[in-house]
């Protein structure tokens, strides 16, 4: 994957867990218990944010 893939799909994946965090905002209680164990089953997402940085990071210094 290229470089610009990659900060295509770490920016995809941070958008939209930055739109759950503002959904959450919006429930009632029990919707939030609902919505808050969708968000825990999304914390590989966080793990793919941490690698991807990682590739990038790679990239940028074997660019330089």
Request: charged share 35%; aromatic share 10%.
């Amino acid at each position: 994957m290229s470089y610009e893939e990659l900060v295509r799909v770490h920016n995809a994946i941070w958008h939209f867990l930055s739109i759950c965090k503002v959904h959450l905002s919006t429930l009632d209680e029990r919707e939030w218990a609902d919505f808050y164990e969708v968000m825990e089953q999304s914390k590989p997402l966080y793990k793919i944010l941490e690698d991807i940085d990682v590739k990038l990071t790679e990239l940028e210094r074997s660019e330089k």
